[in-house]
C-alpha cells in the first residue's frame, strides 16, 4: 500500500513574519519530499493545496485511490475541506494519537534531520530568503543527501532504482 507521511508542520523562524509553517510530504517508501510549501500560516486550503501538488507530481492520473497519508490532529488536517478534498482525490487519512510523536516516526525523523542539517546551521533570514533556503534543501535532500534506510541511496536515486524494479517486475 502508498503512503505520504506527514505529521506535525515545524515552525522555522523568520525576522519579517516571526514563525511560518514549513509543510511537506514525504512519500514513505522513497523517502522524497513529494511536495512543500513554506508558509506565514497554514489553514487547511493551504495543506490541501500541498497534498494536490504531491499526488499530482506523483500520480499523473490526479488520483491516489488507496494513498493513505498520515497527519496530526492539526483544525487544518481535521476540517470538513481538507477531508472531503483528500477523498475526492483517492486518499484515505490517518490520524497520529494526541502527543504520541512516536505514531509517525518517519516525519518526526525528517523534521528532525532537516532542521539540524539545514536550518539551525543559519542565522535568521527573511521569509523571502527562508524559503529560497529551503527550495535548495529540499533539492539536497531529495538528490544528494544519501539515507542509511535507503542503503544509502538518496531518495532520488531509490525512486529511480524503484521504478526499474516495478518495470522488471511488470514485463515478467
Avoid at 18 to 32: K, P, V
Avoid at 55 to 66: E, I, L, N, Q, Y
Wanted: charged content about 30%; overall charge positive.
Amino acid at each position: 500500500m502508498v503512503k505520504f507521511r506527514r505529521a506535525t508542520h515545524p515552525y522555522i523562524e523568520t525576522t519579517d513574519f516571526g514563525n511560518c509553517a514549513f509543510i511537506e510530504i514525504e512519500d514513505s517508501c522513497t523517502r522524497d519530499i513529494r511536495a512543500w510549501d513554506f508558509l506565514v500560516s497554514c489553514g487547511a486550503s493551504e495543506a490541501f493545496s500541498v497534498v494536490e501538488d504531491a499526488v499530482m507530481c506523483t500520480f499523473p492520473s490526479g488520483r491516489a485511490d488507496g494513498l493513505r497519508l498520515k497527519t496530526d490532529g492539526g483544525s487544518q488536517f481535521t476540517s470538513t475541506a481538507f477531508r472531503d478534498g483528500c477523498r475526492l482525490l483517492g486518499i484515505k487519512l490517518e490520524a497520529i494519537r494526541k502527543r504520541k510523536p512516536e505514531d509517525n516516526g518517519m516525519i518526526e525523523s525528517l523534521h528532525g534531520h532537516f532542521k539540524n542539517d539545514y536550518v539551525f546551521i543559519r542565522e535568521t533570514m527573511s521569509f523571502a530568503e527562508t524559503k529560497l533556503m529551503l527550495a535548495a534543501a529540499v533539492s539536497h535532500y531529495n538528490e544528494e543527501r544519501p539515507h542509511s534506510s535507503l542503503r544509502y541511496m538518496t531518495p532520488g536515486e531509490y525512486r529511480k532504482s524503484f521504478k526499474q524494479a516495478i518495470r522488471k517486475e511488470a514485463v515478467r
